[in-house]
């Protein structure tokens, strides 16, 4: 099992930045591969970034690549995801989920879910 808890949402002006965190517990961190989603109102949830398990490789989507960073602290046992310059488009609850297999960018192939945070970008 692994529990996970995001914070960080909040409020932010297109161009500004923010930080979310998402802290794991349970099964070792090292061993999960762990990603970012986000829904916004009346849209289907997306993805938004991977780190893998082991290696950390980092997978984005198009819409975030040069503005958003993924990472992860395994002694920390905590996964970041740095917003940078967002936009408007970019509002919506951002919830971390984990895997215990490999990469993958589709939301129902994961297995754990944090409750998710609110993040909100005003024009």
């Known amino acids: 099992q692994v529990q996970l808890v995001e914070s960080g949402g909040g409020l932010v002006q297109a161009g500004g930045s923010l930080r979310l965190s998402c802290v794991a517990s349970?099964?070792?961190?090292?061993?999960?591969?762990i990603s970012w989603f986000r829904q916004a109102p009346g849209k289907e949830r997306e993805f938004v970034t991977a780190?893998?398990?082991?290696?950390?490789?980092?997978y984005y989507a198009d819409s975030v690549k040069g503005r958003f960073t993924i990472s992860r602290d395994n002694a920390e046992r905590t996964l970041y995801l740095q917003i940078n310059s967002p936009e408007p488009e970019d509002t919506g609850v951002y919830s971390c989920?984990?895997?215990?297999?490999?990469?993958?960018?589709?939301?129902?192939?994961?297995?754990?879910w944090g409750q998710g945070t609110q993040v909100t970008v005003s024009s």
């Open positions: 780190i893998s398990r082991i290696v950390d490789t980092t």
């Open positions: 349970g099964r070792t961190f090292s061993s999960i591969t």
């Open positions: 989920a984990a895997r215990r297999s490999g990469y993958s960018s589709t939301w129902n192939s994961y297995d754990y």
